[in-house]
């Protein structure tokens, strides 16, 4: 199996969905997700030019990202201690998992101290799932106006992570229940906020017709995970 041509018709089914959608395939960024993956097979994935990648455990986001080329973009889509907040801002572009007014302040500060302006997600629990972090959709506005102030972090928009579903199809709702609190609340604010990261593995094109700005693909570019070997 190869790295290479699975990213390769991953884009493509990327740029299909789109397509299908009747949206412009720029408009959406393919996140690598290579949680697990060693700095080796990562490369490989680099090497066949991919440049966005997702972790979601800040350890490997401190193993993996001096390793490799400078050039390459790395986003935090794993729930963030507030301890590890000043180690893991000089090396991530973007954080997907933002739960809480405090976190989203807390990052500000470090990122003042570092000199940094990092851009960040809220993440929803659309779905109110008791298992899934996240704030509640109800939370969302207010929270919004809040973060909107800060001076640091550049609030671009949400994100969500249903629970697995082995039909993409009943995963829809919680994807357009993320598109829709974005209109109701940019509208509520007049913050605007351009992405929405939702969509993995198995329902990325589902997220796209919804609106999905951000995917996050891990298993069908790199295979399956084995989390013996962590
Ligand atoms: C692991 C992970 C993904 C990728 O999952 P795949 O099913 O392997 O594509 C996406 N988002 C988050 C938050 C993850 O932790």
């Not at 598109?179 to 109701?184: G, Q, S």
């Amino acid at each position: 199996m190869s790295i290479a041509k699975n990213l390769k018709d991953v884009v493509g089914r990327v740029a299909d969905a789109a397509a299908k959608a009747g949206r412009d395939s720029n408009g959406i960024t393919l996140i690598a997700v290579s949680k697990t993956w060693p700095v080796s097979v990562i490369q490989e994935a680099a090497d066949a030019g991919q440049r966005v990648f997702g972790e979601n455990k800040v350890q490997e986001v401190l193993k993996k990202v001096p390793a490799m080329a400078p050039e390459l973009k790395w986003h935090l889509i794993g729930h963030l201690q507030k301890n590890k907040t000043r180690k893991v801002l000089p090396l991530c572009a973007m954080i997907h998992s933002v739960d809480s007014l405090a976190l989203a302040q807390q990052i500000d500060r470090i990122a003042g101290e570092l000199a940094l302006t990092p851009e960040i997600l809220l993440q929803v629990n659309v779905a109110a799932d008791d298992a899934k972090f996240g704030l509640a959709a109800s939370e969302v506005e207010n929270i919004v106006n809040e973060v909107s102030q800060l001076e640091q972090v550049k609030l671009r928009g949400l994100m969500t992570v249903p629970a697995f579903d082995p039909y993409p199809e009943k995963v829809r709702p919680h994807f357009a229940a993320l598109r829709e609190l974005r209109e109701r609340v940019a509208a509520a604010t007049g913050v605007e906020l351009p992405e929405l990261s939702m969509g993995m593995s198995h329902d990325f094109h589902v997220a796209i017709e919804e609106g999905a700005t951000l995917v996050r693909v891990g298993s069908s570019i790199f295979g399956q995970r084995d989390y013996s070997q962590r």
